[in-house]
């Protein structure tokens, strides 16, 4: 859990020593938040906290509303620490969920919509890496693109009707338990691991941080800077494909107009995760935690009947506060082993 | 590097043939169940009459609601021989239906019918018109001068909420429960159609001494009204009545209903889509009622716009001319009643 960036074959220099203890402050940070939430849970609702059946249910529900916005920061995180952004992503999975819920992708059963989606996320993911790299157009603008496209080809296929899955075995992904915990669960457990390997432990991961933190110097290491791009925007498009059938299964139905906003959710995960915008540097467990805190968030607020309003302007503080955070004691850090 | 092209070939190679199998896997049989007036053999209205055209607009929102509006209205049309039907895109927003209309306006049709993103915005465009000897029919959101429309034909969203907490209230009152635990599930908040939903609301349940315990509001989209319930049905472990504004974010609301496991209250949907009647008729979830705001208005409004165009009033009443306002009644759809209401579904 310790080992976010550290690359495992680099000796341990004073430097990435003190970027690890970094990443550990910060993560530790993310579980304070999370604590501090539980507890002010615990002190304005105890009627409810006091009955532990409802605590574990709380819990598990958090998660498992984290679950789909969870796997597609995974991919996000991705993209950004590659040097990227994907403003596409709350399209994708309205496409692959939209195009998974034809009735005549429905025909083919369970499969072929589980197909369909990660199919059409890694397609979409595809052309918005081919658009970037062999295009030459910045991130933001062919994502941006991306996304009224998506969305809109999406209202086309649909007709701009709220399509229902009428497959059990889709259905049933969301009530699904394994061990007395949701599929969903796990199945975000799964990526998460997945995704911390793939960063931390291959050349794949390796190459994407080369890549976010100075493409050139990368590409000068040997590093096919475009194709490797390519993949991380396929990375995240599968992720949306992923997240999609998620979706679908907890709504029992796809329409252009889900997933409505994931991106911003997304990157404001990441970033107060500790992955930085500019590219170079991000964990996968830091993201995970920032999707925790927006998820015990919304929790806290609808257990306290408080409105969504106010409930926004305390996600922008805490993503605010966050950055600013890490900014105020990476700087403390530095001025103290200066001493 | 040989590696690496044939990795790229095989890459390729696997898109092309999905691409391929997923060309195949769009298409979506609509069976559009348009909501259609098509009787009246006697009717002196309903004999072909003078040529009208009427010019459409209505915004391309990914929703069932407005889908069904636009359906309705050409389908409405198209019973018409004398009636010629001129949809125009609305576009992404209130500008582009702007620009958009005052294409329709120059080209000359008798009614122009438009549902406005947004009835303030629009409502020069409205003036622009009716100054140009167009008569405007306005849809469901109001112009704020009664100079920009010729008729006006909406939904009583206020009367909506009044209808939904009649019937929990009555519900409840029959059960004996004396403090009931009452949920919220609203569309998006900012909208005002969702506070004077909320309002109407509130006041019918204020008449039993009741209120709302908690209100989670949703995006009218079924993914998020599967989030907002979730949220809900945690904050409130026991529940006893639970109002939706709409069926459409409702199938998310009835997933989350089952996937927590919950049925010890009952809900009541709002809007009334078909998939909702279906479910009330079939009394096996905890959907017990919807109170209308029914996409038929714009059937309606076509039929109501082309006796406009040709002068004449509605045969059922003295005034020789179409009325200029028109508010639906939000009717509560219950399974007594849920047959007769089940060819409205949308």
Redesign the interface.
Known sequence: MIAQTAPPDVRPSPKSKRRLDDNTARNLGLVGVLVVLVVIGIVTKPE?YS?PT?VR??VL?IL??ASAIGVVTVGMTFVIIGGGIDLSVGAIIALAGV?AT????QS?GAA?MIF?AL??GI?VG?INGVLISYGRLVPFIATLAMLVSA?GL??Q????????SANDTI?SI??TKLLGVPLLVWILALVVAAGWVLLNRTTFGRRTVAVGGNPEAARLAGI?VK?HTVLLYALSGLCCGLAAIM?TS???????????LYELDAIAAAIIGGTLLSGGRGTIVGALFGVLVFSTI??LF????L???VQNMVKGGIIVAAVLIQQFRYRSLTQLLKR | MSALSRRRVLFGGAAVGAGALLTACTSNDPGTGAQVKTNASGDANAAPGQKVTIGFSAPAADHGWIAAITNNAKAQAATYSDVEFKAVEAGADAAAQRAALSTLIAQKPTVIVMLPWDGKELNAAGLEAMRAGIPVVNLDRAFPSAAAYRLQIKGDNYGMGLAAGQYIGEQLKTKGVTNPIIGEIPGIDSLELTQERTQGFNAALATYGFKVANRRPAEFTADSGQAAATALLQALPKMDALWNHDDDQGIGVLAAIKQANRSEFFMVGGAGSKAAIDAITADNTVLKATVTYSPSMASSAVTLARLIGQGKGMSDLVELQVPKEITLASETITKANADKYAKLGF
């Open positions: 409810l009955d409802w249910n709380n529900t498992q509303q195009w034809t009735l005549a992708t083919h072929g369909t199919v059409v397609a595809l969305r999406a209202a296929i649909s007709g701009k009707q709220t399509q229902v259905n969301a009530t096919n194709w979706l907890q709504a029992t139905s796809a329409q252009a107009a889900m997933a409505n919304t929790n609808a257990i306290n009947n409105s969504t309003e």
